[in-house]
Nanobody
Framework: QVQLVESGGGLVQAGGSLRLSCAAS????????MGWYRQAPGKQRELVAR???????NYADSVKGRFTISRDNAKNTVYLQMNSLKPEDTAVYYC??????????WGKGTLVTVSS
């Protein structure tokens, strides 16, 4: 079992910044991938960004150049720095953990609201 605890969501004006954190605990194996997904009202959950334990990253086109994902392997924590936020970034952001054993865990989500 892996537990994921997200923090850092909130309300911000367009053009502002937020930093999300996700701390993983439990049966953590390497290599693994941790990432952020988001789900806006009435829409499907979509990938925002993910990072491997070897620090390989990939991003959704909609956030490239504005968001940065990083991780601290010693703390089993992944971060999402979100800059130049737009109203369309408003969503519940979910942390995800996966590894080669087939593990696939989700956090409960944290709400990000960007006002125009």
């Amino acid at each position: 079992q892996v537990q994921l605890v997200e923090s850092g969501g909130g309300l911000v004006q367009a053009g502002g910044s937020l930093r999300l954190s996700c701390a993983a605990s439990g049966s953590i194996f390497s290599p693994n991938v941790m990432g952020w997904y988001r789900q806006a009202p009435g829409k499907q959950r979509e990938l925002v960004a993910r990072i491997t334990s070897g620090a390989t990253t990939n991003y959704a086109d909609s956030v490239k150049g504005r968001f940065t994902i990083s991780r601290d392997n010693a703390k089993n924590t992944v971060y999402l720095q979100m800059n130049s936020l737009k109203p369309e970034d408003t969503a519940v952001y979910y942390c995800n953990y996966g590894d080669t054993s087939g593990a696939d865990y989700w956090g409960k989500g944290t709400l990000v609201t960007v006002s125009s």
